[in-house]
């Protein structure tokens, strides 16, 4: 029996627009009546996760900002569990002021950022919201979690990949404006085990849901691995389950009705 649920957001449970669906909301309110942990599991930082949270009712539960690297607890405290070693940050920040690169960094406590251009603040505020957003110097910073560098172009994104410090990891979206780098072993996976192991719940009763690569490191510790159909290749290859949906047709509402709550008669529906 499914106990949890670990739901990416973007491109996931949000549609295009970033909205949330009814039918979304409506499954994970069932889920919620059937006995399920549904946990947000998402790269956006604790403001905008917190309005999710809210808004879908989800609020004595745990949750994972940032990747992983922020144990969210609206009715808490928070946990940062994963930054970047301070060397290596120093030596990473000087190089990108060295190539005049737009950037910010994650903390806790929200967002700085570093020669902003539009695409950045616009990125800033589509995924993070501008309330704790704050232009100053990243290097003050103690702890920092997460680093997004704004891409020129596709083209541009290997070279960003090659700027990576020894000991850390990068993603970028497809299409997406930034490429991120995030210290190894800070993934959603990392995130998920904190609570997994909190709520005394083993892998066995676990269902994860995402569709980019990042996604992929919960499924590593999930029973069921589920790929929306919008999904990249690798994260597709790495699913148990690849949904006939996308996120933009209820993808989640599709995979709650059909392998975790398994009914029937409400799937018709979605």
């Keep these: ?6 739901v990416d957001l973007d491109d996931t449970f949000l549609d295009k627009n970033d909205n949330m669906s009814k039918e979304n909301i409506n499954a994970v309110r069932d889920l919620v009546d059937a ?7 998402s790269g956006r930082t604790e403001v905008l996760m917190r309005e999710h949270i809210h808004d879908l009712g989800l609020e004595d539960f745990k949750h994972v900002a940032i990747n992983g690297a922020l144990i969210l607890d609206v009715k808490g405290e928070n946990k940062l569990i994963s930054y970047f070693d301070k060397n290596s940050y120093e030596n990473f920040i000087k190089e990108l002021r060295a190539e005049n690169r737009g950037f910010f960094c994650y903390h806790e406590n929200g967002i700085m950022y570093e020669n902003a251009d539009e695409k950045l603040m616009r990125h800033i505020e589509r995924f993070h919201t501008l309330k704790k957003a704050c232009e100053g110097d990243t290097l003050s910073l103690d702890k920092c979690c997460r680093v997004a560098v704004v891409r020129e172009n596709e083209e541009d994104v290997p070279h960003l990949r090659a700027l990576a ?7 970028a979206r497809p299409y997406g404006e930034c490429v991120s780098y995030m210290p190894n072993g800070l993934n959603k996976a ?5 609570i997994m192991d909190e709520y005394g719940i ?12 990042v996604d992929t490191y ?7 691995g589920i790929a929306v159909k919008n999904s990249d290749d690798k994260t597709k290859e790495a699913a148990d389950i690849v949904l006939p949906r996308t996120n933009n047709e209820n ?3 599709y995979a709650a009705y059909k392998y975790i709550l398994k009914d029937e008669d409400k799937l018709k529906h979605v």
């Design 1 to 6: 029996m499914i106990k949890l649920f670990s």
């Design 35 to 41: 006995g399920v942990k549904v946990v947000l599991n």
């Design 165 to 171: 410090p020894k000991g850390v990891y990068t993603t």
């Design 190 to 194: 990392n995130g998920l085990k904190v």
């Design 202 to 213: 083993t892998a066995d009763e676990v269902a994860s849901i995402g569709d980019q690569e």
């Design 218 to 224: 919960m499924f590593d510790i999930s029973k069921y």
């Design 251 to 253: 993808a989640f509402a």
